[in-house]
T-cell receptor, first 120, second 112 residues
Framework: AQKITQTQPGMFVQEKEAVTLDCTYDTSDQSYGLFWYKQPSSGEMIFLIYQGSYDEQNATEGRYSLNFQKARKSANLVISASQLGDSAMYFC?????????????????FGRGTQLTVWP | DAGITQSPRHKVTETGTPVTLRCHQTENHRYMYWYRQDPGHGLRLIHYSYGVKDTDKGEVSDGYSVSRSKTEDFLLTLESATSSQTSVYFCATWQDPNYGYTFGSGTRLTVV
């Protein structure tokens, strides 16, 4: 079974509008972390935002926020005031397990990505 | 940011030849990873390392081996390249639990 599911292969949004990219996850661990990455056409992977499973507040980083709904196992990325430079592939990822010790520490599971296109 | 360097950036090789990809980091991070990225699959873990000489398999490790003799270097070897190993390979390091990986720029490998 997929640990990370991104159901939107492609999304379109007009410049200056907000957009939500969906992500659901599957884990039986109580402690885990959720991440979003951006991959522009140049190919590099850029870390955007992190949410820990015990964090009570939704994570925010500038125009990015993570809408964390633990009971629904969803971690949607919200981009406010979209810009043309936001056009890219976006990946949701999860780290399972508690912090500290263990060889699997840090291993990430990635979704298949959502291609976001921002139009003027 | 030159914290992680992958080499080569591009390579074309023939089926059946051995290939080694190098990942070099200057961050002194303990954990290092090799992923491959293919359309429709996202990134999938090949091998990872949690210290010098300490490595383990990921979900798509068949046909690949790794070595880590120094903290800063993590090598990925395709013993006998096949066309199914045509992909973009990313190296990543990780240190801070509340932060994401630091990725290299990727290596585009084509096996013909």
């Amino acid at each position: 079974a997929q640990k990370i599911t991104q159901t939107q292969p492609g999304m379109f949004v007009q410049e200056k509008e907000a957009v939500t990219l969906d992500c659901t996850y599957d884990t039986s661990d109580q402690s885990y972390g959720l991440f979003w990455y951006k991959q522009p056409s140049s190919g590099e992977m850029i870390f955007l935002i992190y949410q820990g499973s015990y964090d009570e507040q939704n994570a925010t980083e500038g125009r990015y926020s993570l809408n964390f709904q633990k009971a629904r196992k969803s971690a949607n990325l919200v981009i406010s005031a979209s810009q043309l430079g936001d056009s890219a592939m976006y990946f949701c990822a999860m780290r399972e397990g508690r912090l500290g010790g263990g060889s699997t520490l840090g291993r990430l599971y990635f979704g298949r990505g959502t291609q976001l296109t921002v139009w003027p | 940011d030159a914290g992680i360097t992958q080499s080569p950036r591009h390579k074309v090789t023939e089926t059946g030849t051995p290939v080694t990809l190098r990942c070099h980091q200057t961050e002194n991070h303990r954990y290092m990873y090799w992923y491959r990225q293919d359309p429709g699959h996202g990134l999938r873990l090949i091998h990872y390392s949690y210290g010098v000489k300490d490595t383990d398999k990921g979900e798509v490790s068949d046909g690949y081996s790794v070595s880590r003799s120094k903290t800063e270097d993590f090598l990925l070897t395709l013993e006998s390249a096949t066309s199914s190993q045509t992909s973009v390979y990313f190296c990543a390091t990780w240190q801070d639990p509340n932060y994401g990986y630091t990725f290299g720029s990727g290596t585009r490998l084509t096996v013909v």
